[in-house]
């Protein structure tokens, strides 16, 4: 068997794995009984405005995603669903996140024709805005609630990668300068874009809000949820305490749409605030699957309607990459300053 494919069953299996040891870690000590006592409470029709607050904050995504887009004629509908197809991709594998930019970016380079590194740029944008509010969030909660200190090990580091992301963004025309850095294609264009939407105040400040809001409106969800079934905290915390259990979870290998880690980490985290851990894994069910479950049920025929696209460029990964990565030849540098790329986002 090729080195990579063993490679690749080596990785599937270990998340698999770990996935089933900590779905253990969790039920062992669950009391069933006080589980469906805790399910008996939940009012079904109060899941109906968690999940709307979960679709809206996706839209916002893709609302977020065309301000980074200009000039293109993609559509604003279109864009949510090609996330929802990401999204989608990412649950149902393994590998979480990198299957997910991969699809979209095959969808709107091939189907909608959008150059590759402006959607190199703009996916490297919606990325790093998503980790520097979210790092945000969790740094606040780190100050106001005092039963996150316990995760003081994990959150300085983050907290580190977050502020270098911002300097980033607030440097991106002087970092762009950087010969070294002028060789990575997808890198350039990256800063390119950074640059012009910094210098866009309004479409930059309105990135960030519908960011915040968008993320907020996930906590809502949650808050929802909570209420049903009897947890009472703040809407506010449970936007904290989602943020960090969705960052959690989604660093530590495990099987698809993060199962077993979000609920060990949702478990854990509640009971800080002790949350019993038979309600707690009930909310940790419930809130998982209306986070999983709206985005790939609307995703799944954007993918089945564009596998092919996707799996052409699965194959063509070489040389998708090499066209992003490397350094544009003297002509193409000589056609496209980084006026010419400003000018093409206007």
Same mark, same amino acid.
């Given at each position: 068997?090729?080195?990579? =494919? ?21 039920? #062992? ?34 609302? #977020?995603? =065309? ?10 509908? #279109? ?5 929802? @197809? ?24 091939? @189907? ?51 502020? @270098? ?146 799996? =052409? ?16 030849? @003297?002509?193409? #540098? ?13």
């Amino acid at each position: 068997m090729p080195r990579k =494919k063993v490679l690749t069953v080596v990785w599937v299996t270990g998340s698999i794995v770990v996935a089933l040891v900590l779905g253990w870690l969790v039920l #062992r000590a669950v009391s069933w009984s006080d589980m469906m006592s805790a399910l008996s409470r939940v009012s079904w029709d109060t899941l109906v405005p968690a999940a709307s607050a979960v679709i809206v904050s996706t839209f916002l995504q893709a609302v #977020r995603w =065309k301000l980074m887009l200009p000039g293109e004629s993609v559509s604003t509908a #279109r864009l949510f669903f090609v996330r929802n @197809a990401g999204l989608g991709i990412n649950n149902l594998m393994v590998a979480k996140g990198v299957l997910g930019d991969a699809s979209e970016l095959a969808m709107l380079t091939k @189907a909608d024709k959008i150059d590759g590194g402006k959607v190199m740029a703009s996916l490297f944008m919606t990325r790093t805005l998503d980790f520097v509010i979210t790092g945000i969030f969790v740094f606040v909660g780190f100050l106001v609630v005092p039963q996150l200190s316990v995760f003081k090990p994990v959150i300085i580091p983050g907290l580190v990668t977050m502020a @270098a992301l911002f300097l980033f963004v607030l440097f991106a025309r002087r970092i762009g300068r950087l010969p070294l850095l002028n060789r990575v294609k997808a890198l350039e264009s990256s800063l390119h874009a950074f640059a012009f939407l910094r210098d866009r105040q309004l479409s930059f400040w309105l990135s960030i809000s519908l960011t915040v809001l968008a993320w907020m409106l996930l906590g809502t969800a949650a808050w929802i949820v909570a209420q049903a079934i009897g947890i009472q905290l703040p809407m506010w915390t449970m936007s904290i305490l989602l943020v960090g259990v969705t960052l959690f979870s989604g660093a530590i290998p495990s099987g698809p749409s993060s199962v077993g880690s979000y609920e060990l980490a949702t478990v854990y985290v509640l009971g800080l605030f002790s949350v019993n851990r038979s309600d707690a894994l009930t909310f940790a069910l419930l809130i998982h699957a209306l986070v999983v479950l709206p985005p790939t049920i609307m995703g799944i025929p954007m993918i089945s309607r564009e596998w092919k696209t996707f799996r =052409k460029v699965t194959v063509q990964g070489g040389t998708l990459l090499k066209s992003l990565f490397l350094r544009r030849s @003297a002509k193409s #540098r000589h056609t496209t300053s980084s006026s010419d790329v400003s000018g093409e986002m206007a």
